[in-house]
């Protein structure tokens, strides 16, 4: 599963993966179509980092709807500047910037 990006499509969720008393917490993002403690998109030790990795599909999304949005922004520097940095947020999360 698979995007024509290469990434895991979203939605993601965080599920607890490892909650023991004698290891330490291991959040998983997951696909809901998938069996979380068998297969993550990544586990992090921290619950606001998986919280906001699983984010990224819908970020990914908001922005590319900006990107290729038409608005009426007033003034046009604004949108502009908006625009650039949409751009490139898009390709960093595509792996298209150094």
Known sequence: MVS????TPGPWHVET???DEDEPLI?????PATVCNATTVC???SQADARL???APELVEALEKIVAGNFN?????RFTAAQGV???ALAKAKGQSS
């Open 86 to 88: 949409a751009e490139r």
């Open 73 to 77: 922004c007033s003034p046009h520097q």
């Open 43 to 45: 586990n992090v030790f």
């Open 4 to 7: 024509d990006d290469g990434w």
């Open 27 to 31: 959040y998983g993002v997951c696909h």
């Open 53 to 55: 990795i699983a984010t």
């Open 17 to 19: 993966i490892v909650e």
